[in-house]
C-alpha cells in the first residue's frame, strides 16, 4: 500500500481560507440582495411574492393626501427614513442581517405587525421570497467563477 505523509497544515490553512472567501463573498452578495429587493419592494408596494400591499387606512390615507402624497401605491415612503435607514450587515461568519435605524425601529415594526391595539394593517414587510433566493443563488455562482486565486 503507498501512502503519502507529511505536514499538510499549509494546505490545510489553504482550504479553510478558500472555504471563507466564498462564505463571506456569499453573505455579502445575500445580504446586499436582501437589501436591494426590500427596498424595490417599499418603493412600489409589494411584498415578497408580489402581492400590492392593502390599502391606507383612511385616516392615514387623508394625512398622506393632505401632505402631497401618493396614496394609489402603498410605498411606505412618507419621508424616506424608513427605507433610507435600512442597511445590511455581516454579524458572523454564518449570518447576514438587514437592520433598521434604532430612530424608525417602532416604525417598521408597528407595519410589520400591524398599528394600534387591533393591529390594523399588519404588512409582510420584511419577508424574502423566491425571487431574492433565486437571484442571490445566481449572484453567488456568478461570483465564484470569477474568483480566481488570486483573490485568495
Request: no cysteine; glycine share 10%; proline share 3%.
Amino acid at each position: 500500500m503507498f501512502g503519502l505523509r507529511g505536514d499538510f497544515s499549509a494546505l490545510e490553512r489553504l482550504f479553510t481560507r478558500i472555504q471563507q472567501v466564498y462564505k463571506n463573498e456569499a453573505l455579502r452578495i445575500a445580504g446586499k440582495q436582501v437589501l436591494a429587493d426590500l427596498k424595490e419592494q417599499m418603493t412600489y408596494g409589494i411584498d415578497a411574492q408580489g402581492r400590492k400591499h392593502t390599502p391606507y387606512t383612511p385616516r392615514y390615507k387623508k394625512k398622506r393626501e393632505k401632505a402631497g402624497k401618493r396614496t394609489s401605491v402603498v410605498d411606505f415612503r412618507f419621508t424616506g427614513g424608513l427605507k433610507d435607514s435600512l442597511h445590511e450587515e455581516i454579524v458572523s461568519s454564518s449570518e447576514s442581517i438587514v437592520t433598521v435605524d434604532e430612530e424608525h425601529e417602532a416604525i417598521a415594526e408597528g407595519l410589520q405587525n400591524g398599528i394600534g391595539k387591533k393591529k390594523v394593517n399588519p404588512r409582510n414587510l420584511f419577508d424574502v421570497g423566491d425571487k431574492t433566493g433565486q437571484a442571490i443563488e445566481g449572484d453567488i455562482v456568478k461570483s465564484i467563477d470569477s474568483l480566481g486565486p488570486h483573490n485568495l
